[in-house]
């Protein structure tokens, strides 16, 4: 069974799911689909740089992004832009997903707040064997810098797992997920302390 999800269309206000431990994970429906659009937002202590080096680390995906069966880029177009290949590890009974996203990167010159958009690119590389390549995801990361030496992150998806899935299942499954990561970036960005790019920029100390 095919989902269909309409990018930017949106049926009702968010709805709380989870909130525990600077973890905020809200809910809502795509118009034209039971599917859920998830957004989690949490704080962690953290510079700009570090959280932008755990992202880009495609090596270490495994290590803290839920069911991750690892990832790889696959073509990066300096720093802002990157196709990047990641395998799930699906629950029993699904089957494994594969998925390409593109990255994009912008980071704007006042508040340095930073937004990475996710857009699917299933075509990219031929599907694998064995795999149900995922037909339909996006989103985006933000970063907003906050005072003290925080940063604030959004991490807003949604996705059609492709194959034979119930939707319960599906929601259930990406709710799980975006809560898990995010549960798990701040343990991970601690070991990316001394991370520096000039390609991000910091925000200022009063």
């Known amino acids: 069974m095919d989902f269909l999800l309409v990018p930017g269309a949106r049926a009702q ?14 809910r809502r429906n795509y118009e034209g689909s039971e599917l859920d659009e998830i957004r989690g937002v949490i704080a962690v202590e953290a510079s700009l740089n570090a959280v932008m080096a755990l992202l880009k680390d495609d090596a270490f995906n495994d ?15 300096g720093y802002a832009s990157a196709y990047v290949y990641g395998v799930v590890d699906a629950p029993w009974p699904m089957l494994d997903r594969d998925t390409i996203v ?4 912008r980071q704007d010159p006042l508040t340095r707040e930073i937004v ?13 064997e064995n795999l149900v390549r995922v037909p339909d995801f996006g989103g985006f990361w933000k970063l907003r810098p906050q005072a003290g030496g925080r940063v604030e992150v959004i991490y807003q998806v949604y996705g059609d797992p492709g194959g034979l899935v119930p939707v ?4 259930f499954a990406a709710q799980r997920s975006v ?19 000039p390609f991000v920029q910091e925000l200022a100390a009063d």
């Open 13 to 26: 206000d968010w709805q709380l799911v989870h909130s525990a431990d600077r973890l905020q994970v809200q």
């Open 63 to 77: 290590q803290w992004v839920y069911r991750s069966g690892g990832a790889e880029i696959l073509r990066q177009d």
């Open 102 to 105: 593109r990255f994009d990167y």
């Open 116 to 128: 990475i958009t996710i857009t699917n690119a299933p075509d990219f590389i031929p599907a694998r």
């Open 168 to 171: 319960w299942l599906a929601n």
């Open 179 to 197: 809560i898990r990561t995010l549960q798990n970036l701040g343990p991970a960005v601690a070991r990316y302390a001394g991370a520096h790019s």
